[in-house]
């Protein structure tokens, strides 16, 4: 149980043009998602905290405009990267927590490796 | 501002016994302790929860004193594949805060 997926796992794009990464919880239903990004030999970097049917919360320092999250179901929410450039490339990984007794925990997707060329 | 200190890195040959100690002076009453095991370009895996005193599953242990502010993850007999990242995380789970990841533990496991 408590399996989280992410698609997709990579992707390359051109500079100028919008990502979309998908989150999806396969065995259990998320109220809450997290968005986090991960630069090469660095921690985990909270993005952003995202409910079920209302407006995602950012970090201090995220612009919520290059970054939309969407978490229109229990299951799926969604990064796009808007406009993407260079300085965009990284790892974003997303997190779901469940609400079940036993569930309140964050359980974290593979991750999707973002090449911006 | 990450609420945890860990070490920075740690080494330990196959078989041995590794216990990774955290710090976390300002938990809160309601703070769970969590703990995470990362692998290179993959998200962070769920190792082990705890609230006080000791959990133990398949792959590990965790001790917490009386006072909460520390904890240890407890790996027994390690082996090369425990190479990797280890994040200790405080959190109140029922409120559904984020984890707000410190820089981790690396592990490297030698044979």
């Known amino acids: 149980g408590a399996v989280v997926s992410q698609h997709p796992s990579w992707v390359i794009c051109k500079s100028g043009t919008s990502v979309k990464i998908e989150c999806r919880s396969l065995d259990f239903q998320a109220t809450t998602m997290f968005w986090y990004r991960q630069f090469p030999k660095q921690s985990l970097m909270l993005m952003a905290t995202s409910n079920e049917g209302s407006k995602a919360t950012y970090e201090q320092g995220v612009e919520k405009d290059k970054f939309l999250i969407n978490h229109a179901s229990l299951t799926l929410s969604t990064l796009t990267v808007t406009s993407a450039h260079p300085e965009d490339s990284s790892f974003y990984i997303c997190?779901?927590?469940?609400?079940?007794?036993?569930?309140?925990?964050?359980?974290f997707g593979p991750g999707t490796r973002l090449l911006v060329l | 501002l990450a609420k945890t200190t860990q070490p920075i890195s740690m080494d330990s040959y196959e078989g041995q016994e590794v216990n990774i100690t955290c710090s976390h002076n300002?938990?809160?009453?309601?703070?769970?302790i969590t703990w995470y095991q990362q692998f290179p370009s993959q998200g962070p895996r769920f190792i082990i929860q705890g609230y006080k005193t000791k959990v133990t599953n398949e792959v590990a242990s965790l001790f917490i004193p009386a006072d909460r502010k520390s904890s240890t993850l407890s790996l027994p007999r390690v082996s090369l594949s425990d190479t990797a990242v280890y994040y200790c995380?405080?959190?109140?789970?029922?409120?559904?805060?984020?984890?707000?990841f410190g820089k981790g533990t690396t592990l490297s496991v030698s044979s």
């Open positions: 300002n938990i809160a009453t309601n703070d769970y």
């Open positions: 997190s779901a927590m469940g609400t079940a007794p036993g569930m309140e925990t964050q359980y």
């Open positions: 995380l405080v959190g109140d789970n029922q409120a559904g805060t984020a984890l707000i």
